[in-house]
């Protein structure tokens, strides 16, 4: 469900008011019932959706049976948590949230290692409210690698296609509230980048690289694209520093660590590039030189993504024993209760966590 005082419910609601969804994937939020069902009183009040009892979404609690079926026009909720709406408050930092918003994850993760589910698609949540509930985790990405016991897992940003019928919805609804934030054509330009380390401050990134973590983050790619249907990847490195290091002399982080596991990698069969400089490759990339690029950090890699496939990007946590996808913005607090939050990254990611699962 993600903070329930950011947009994570009501882009959920409206992401499941596209029959395409029902269509892909059977879709249960995790969370607290009476949040969603806000949600929808919500939208309906802003008139985002069709007003009077008989157009709404049905909120259903769910339950695991030997036959579950998905019925659009129904949202199943299983609850993992009694959050009231009367307990939050739009656009604020609150532990109630944060601790709902763990122990949906939590559920989650433990039906998905159950078999339960076959996959799990994260709305956004607020670091400083999981924080604050007493979550030692920065992020989703850390908490996942936590309750999986897994060492080593990478982010992946994937821009992601939609079909033509979710491009048209999309583009007619943004025309009327003249708005221009969404690509209105049925090809986003495609980009694919991995990351070495994630949710930790710029200084300490040189820190924690090392031959050995660029090299796994280089496999786990190369192997997370075999899955998803590239006989052959082509990766490239980005270096960490201007010019990637100008031979040492802005930096010796190529020389130490980079090259050295580009070099394993190709011993091993692998086709990666690099280190190159990273304000240069992105522009080769998109073109299609390369499948994916290997980051040494979080805006290395999300700027770039983000400014060509803001809304049509979603985020996948390769490595882990379970298929999880997600979002690619936060919790907006800006502009949660408004009714306008985008629901196109959760519609992505829903597509994403539906074609690995069947890949």
């Known amino acids: 469900m993600g903070d329930a005082a950011g947009i994570g419910p009501e882009i959920i609601v409206k992401a499941l008011t596209h029959n ?38 049905s ?28 307990e939050i408050s739009y656009g604020t930092i609150d532990p109630r949230c944060g601790a709902a918003a763990i122990q949906a994850i939590e559920t989650a993760v433990k039906l998905a290692l159950d078999g339960k589910v076959n996959a799990i ?27 999986t016991q897994t060492s080593n897992t990478v982010m992946m940003l994937k821009t992601w296609d939609f079909p033509s019928q979710i491009i048209s919805r999309f583009s007619d609804n943004l025309k009327k509230e003249k708005k221009n934030t969404f690509n209105s054509t049925n090809t986003v330009e495609n980009l694919t980048v991995s990351f070495v380390t994630n949710h930790i401050p710029i200084s300490e990134v040189s820190q924690q690289l090392s031959v050995e973590r660029i090299s796994d983050v280089i496999r786990i790619t190369h192997d997370a694209l075999v899955q998803f249907g590239l006989a052959k990847p082509r990766l490239v490195v980005a270096g960490l520093n201007p010019h990637a290091g100008e031979e040492g002399m802005f930096g010796k982080e190529e020389q130490t660590y980079i090259t050295p596991a580009i070099q394993q990698a190709n011993a091993a069969g692998y086709q990666v590039d690099g280190p190159l400089p990273a304000d240069t490759l992105y522009k080769k990339a998109i073109r299609g030189q390369w499948d994916a690029v290997v980051a040494m950090y979080h805006d290395q890699g999300n700027i770039p ?29 800006d502009i949660a209760g408004k009714g306008i939050a985008n629901d196109t990254s959760l519609i992505a990611a829903l597509a994403a966590a539906s074609q690995i699962v069947s890949s």
Do not use: W
């Open 20 to 57: 395409y969804v029902y269509q892909i994937c059977h879709p249960i939020v995790i969370g607290s019932p009476a949040i969603i069902q806000n949600a929808v009183k919500l939208l309906a009040d802003k008139d985002i959706l069709p007003k009077g009892k008989e157009n709404l979404p």
């Open 59 to 86: 909120i259903s609690l769910f339950q695991f049976t030997k036959h579950i079926t998905a019925k659009y026009g129904r949202i199943d909720v299983l609850e993992a948590s009694t959050l009231q709406p009367e």
């Open 121 to 147: 698609t994260t709305a956004p949540i607020c670091k400083a409210s999981i924080q604050r509930a007493g979550s030692p985790f920065p992020g989703h990405t850390e908490m996942l690698s936590g309750l």
């Open 305 to 333: 993504i983000k400014l060509i496939g803001f809304g049509q990007v979603v985020n996948i946590t390769l490595g882990l024993p379970i298929v999880r996808t997600s979002v690619d913005h936060g919790t907006a607090f």
